[in-house]
Structures are given as structure tokens and as C-alpha cells.
């Protein structure tokens, strides 16, 4: 048939029946007897009857008009239900595109908190996290400009920055975490970041090391700079002595 030669055509550039199969069910809309069945169970209230009724047709788009009006853990697990059939089968690289949309997704409507808990929670999730980390500070950060609200965006990137920093320091990449503070301009200080995190952001880079302690000073620098005011960070005065003596 035509289809399998278009399909057969196109498998040189990774595109196979499976892939153009998924690509038809994203595009799935609901029939009128279930759409029927979606509006009766909206009328009164039903959200969640409606938005199954909506996940069985594959109707994606209704999907996520109804999960919003659930709220947004149930918009973020519909977006992820999206991208994983959207993307399945599309290659070595699906994971990671799934993954990375999905983190850019939930740091913009505000849940950036609920996506580190992802991470904690799913091993997989964790470890490409870990391995991604920066790629996906930079793809967030690329997007920042993107909304109409900037005191709102900065908000929400600067919650995210701190709660990602500390998910990589409880995992032991300290300079990665170290990379999101001063991202969110946390100040060096010998109480942790958030009370209970066990996560203290006191220098920047390798403890009582010659380039700790010039980052460190490039870090207190950059905030002396911007405010006038500012004496120095606390935290840097017995490395300032100690290598004053040396």
C-alpha cells in the first residue's frame, strides 16, 4: 500500500511504522459519544472520570485542558504520557528527550519543587539526571526569557536553581551544586541553604583550595560590586588570613 512505501521510504531516517502509528494516536481526537461522556462528567464536576475517558481515546489535547483543571502534578503526569508516546520508538534518544521536555515543562508552571522529588524517588530518573545536569540548567535557563511575567519566572527559577542545587550536593556533585547557587546568587553562609537540607554553600569549589579561594573571592566580588554596602561574606575571612600568612 501506499502507507507501507511512504513508511519503508522514510526508515533511512529513523522513522519507523511504530513511530508513524504512536505519531497517529497523539493525534487521536474523541468521537462524539465519548466527548458526550466528557462534558456530562465536566458539568458536574467529575474531572477525573472525564480525563480518563479522554486518556482512552488518546485525545491528548483535551487531555491536558481537563488535567489543568486538576491541577498541576496531573497536567505534569499527562504531559509525560504525551511525550512518552509521542517520542517512543523515535530512537537511542527518546528517554532523553522526554526527560529533558518534561523538566522544562515543570520548572515553568511552577513545579520544579514535585520534579526534584522526581529524581529523588525514580533511580533512572536520578542517575540521567546527574549525567545531565548542566544540560539541563541550560536548557531552563535558554527558556527564561520566554514568559510575560518576569518577577514570576525569576521566582520560579530561582526556587528551582536552589532545590536543584541541593539535590546535587545530597548526591556528591558539589561543583555542580555549587554552579546552581551562585546561578540563584545564594551568599556564602554557614547555615544551610534551606533549614533541614544539610546542604551548607560556605565557598565556592574545593574547600582550602588555591582556586576555592579565588572563586570564592570572584563570587564576593561580583555581590561587593552590585552592592556597595556588602563588607564580604563571613565565611571567607579565615581563608583570606590563612593565606595572607602563607
Same mark, same amino acid.
Given at each position: $500500500?501506499?502507507? +507501507?512505501?511512504?513508511?519503508?521510504?522514510?526508515?533511512?531516517?529513523? &522513522?519507523? @511504522? +511504530? @513511530?508513524?502509528?504512536? @505519531?497517529?494516536?497523539?493525534?487521536?481526537?474523541?468521537?462524539?459519544?465519548?466527548?458526550? @461522556? =466528557?462534558?456530562?462528567?465536566?458539568?458536574? /464536576?467529575?474531572? $477525573?472520570?472525564?480525563?480518563?475517558?479522554a486518556l482512552k481515546s488518546s485525545d491528548f489535547s483535551m487531555s491536558m485542558v481537563i488535567a489543568s483543571m486538576i491541577g498541576k502534578e496531573k497536567w505534569t503526569e499527562v504531559v509525560d504520557l504525551y511525550l512518552k508516546q509521542e517520542f517512543q520508538g523515535s530512537g537511542p534518544d527518546s528517554?532523553?528527550?522526554? +526527560?529533558? %521536555?518534561? $523538566?522544562?515543562?515543570? =520548572?515553568?508552571?511552577?513545579n520544579g519543587k514535585s520534579l526534584i522529588d522526581d529524581f529523588e524517588s525514580n533511580e533512572m530518573k536520578k542517575h540521567w539526571a546527574l549525567n545531565n545536569w548542566n544540560i539541563i540548567l541550560a536548557s531552563v535557563l535558554s527558556n527564561s526569557k520566554s514568559g510575560t511575567d518576569v518577577n514570576a519566572? +525569576?521566582?520560579?527559577?530561582? /526556587? &528551582?536553581?536552589?532545590?536543584? /542545587?541541593?539535590? %546535587?550536593?545530597?548526591n556528591g556533585k558539589l561543583l555542580a551544586s555549587d554552579c546552581c547557587f551562585i546561578l540563584a546568587d545564594v551568599p556564602l553562609s554557614f547555615t544551610e541553604v534551606i533549614p533541614g537540607s544539610n546542604i551548607v554553600f560556605s565557598e565556592v569549589g574545593a574547600p582550602n583550595s588555591l582556586d576555592g579561594m579565588l572563586l570564592s573571592d570572584l563570587y564576593e566580588y561580583c555581590h561587593i560590586s552590585a552592592l556597595p554596602k556588602f563588607s564580604g561574606f563571613l565565611t571567607l575571612i579565615d581563608s583570606k588570613i590563612s593565606h595572607r600568612s602563607e
Open positions: $500500500s501506499e502507507l +507501507n512505501k511512504f513508511i519503508e521510504n522514510n526508515k533511512n531516517n529513523g &522513522f519507523n @511504522q +511504530n @513511530q508513524f502509528q504512536q @505519531q497517529n494516536m497523539a493525534a487521536s481526537k474523541l468521537d462524539s459519544e465519548a466527548l458526550a @461522556q =466528557v462534558l456530562t462528567y465536566l458539568r458536574v /464536576g467529575e474531572h $477525573s472520570e472525564a480525563l480518563s475517558i528517554e532523553f528527550a522526554v +526527560n529533558l %521536555l518534561s $523538566s522544562i515543562f515543570q =520548572v515553568y508552571i511552577g519566572t +525569576n521566582n520560579m527559577l530561582v /526556587g &528551582f536553581l536552589v532545590d536543584m /542545587g541541593i539535590f %546535587l550536593g545530597k
